[in-house]
């Protein structure tokens, strides 16, 4: 399949009605429920990965006889972040059963493709369970597989039997994990389901509020822009923001560059201005170089936050972009209206890749 990225594939996908094989675990047993799943596939070959994080490299063939989970992932994105602490929780209470939780890192943004990255991003999120570097697409390619996050589970024999893409499910999911093992011989000693306490970036979005989509900035894949006199692409150009944003319409002012992945700021005192409707919102963005941080300031309404701050502002709005990655601007904490969120870059360098929301 092509290596093309589709707006899909980082979109939410929900799973608010329960699927035919969930409805057959409610009225069947343990192990005749695992065999109504229907094989959807082989596990296919690992053989593509890179690098290997937290393990030795694995194999397919070596995997025989464990219930595999793999979950695709990149680690900017949001989606995959709200379903790290069940996939989290499951590889904990259940590996001395015989499970095996792979999360296949398949990048994005050039950046997320860099080893150095990812080990950072590895260590600062706390995965412990094996990670496999697809940086070239084989893995992801070789599963067919179109969205961040997806999850593939795996019976003992090797057969992919279950499937879940985008947020939600875990209960089903966690489900298809017991029923798998139960079927290898290695039932779990408890029934119950993970009880999870997320927090952070990983606490599940407000879906009831959530009126603003995934927003990228770079001219590829960019839509709703409003600065006065349209985008200038590969060349630094000053913009104007107008008076007034629709909603999930977004502006630069100052000296920018609009490449075809991001946003990069050339001078000082720009802003990058976003009309939005959710009660977080994240920007991923990154330094231009290496050690080199760019300061910012980040404005709710033409007002500092205060408790309305993310976790990577204080709440006078002030943030520091370093690493690359994802940064939690806004985490509102009462009624969810309308806002205008602007971000004021202090110094030149940062690029802006991608709003998204929760």
């Given at each position: ?6 707006r ?59 219930v ?69 697409y ?27 893409f ?39 979005a ?27 692409l590969?060349q ?29 700021f ?23 170089a ?32 370093a ?36």
């Amino acid at each position: 399949m092509s290596n093309e990225f589709s707006r899909d594939r980082r979109d939410f996908i929900g799973s608010a009605a329960m699927s035919v094989a969930g409805a057959q675990f409610a009225a069947s047993g343990v192990a005749d429920a695992a065999a109504l799943l229907p094989v959807e596939g082989t596990l296919p070959s690992f053989g593509g990965a890179v690098e290997w994080l937290n393990t030795r490299p694995l194999t397919a063939s070596a995997l025989r006889g464990k219930v595999v989970v793999t979950e695709f992932w990149t680690y900017t994105c949001i989606n995959w972040r709200r379903t790290l602490p069940y996939v989290r929780a499951w590889a904990d209470k259940y590996k001395d059963q015989g499970l095996v939780v792979i999360g296949v890192h398949t990048p994005e943004f050039g950046f997320e493709k860099e080893l150095p990255n990812v080990r950072h991003a590895v260590k600062q999120i706390g995965i412990t369970f094996p990670v496999a570097i697809d940086s070239n697409y084989a893995i992801w390619n070789a599963f067919a597989n179109e969205y961040w996050p997806a999850l593939y589970f795996v019976d003992a024999q090797g057969r992919i039997r279950h499937h879940q893409f985008g947020e939600g499910g875990y209960e089903e999911s966690e489900r298809v994990v017991q029923q798998l093992l139960a079927q290898a011989g290695r039932p779990s000693a408890s029934a119950e389901l993970v009880s999870v306490n997320p927090s952070g970036v990983e606490v599940a979005a407000d879906w009831a509020t959530l009126n603003s989509p995934e927003t990228y900035l770079g001219y590829e894949r960019s839509d709703s822009f409003a600065s006065t006199g349209g985008a200038v692409l590969d060349q630094r150009h000053v913009y104007g923001a107008p008076a007034s944003l629709a909603l999930n319409e977004w502006a630069l002012e100052g000296d920018w560059t609009l490449k075809m992945d991001s946003a990069v700021f050339n001078g000082s005192n720009g802003r990058l201005v976003y009309r939005f409707h959710a009660r977080d919102a994240n920007l991923i963005m990154s330094a231009p170089a290496q050690g080199r941080a760019v300061r910012f300031r980040v404005l709710i309404d033409g007002r500092p936050p205060g408790a309305a701050h993310g976790s990577d502002i204080d709440e006078h709005g002030n943030g520091t972009v370093a690493e690359p990655r994802m940064y939690q601007l806004i985490r509102q904490p009462g009624s969810i209206a309308d806002r205008q969120l602007e971000i004021q870059f202090l110094e030149p360098g940062a690029a802006a890749f991608d709003f998204t929301f929760g």
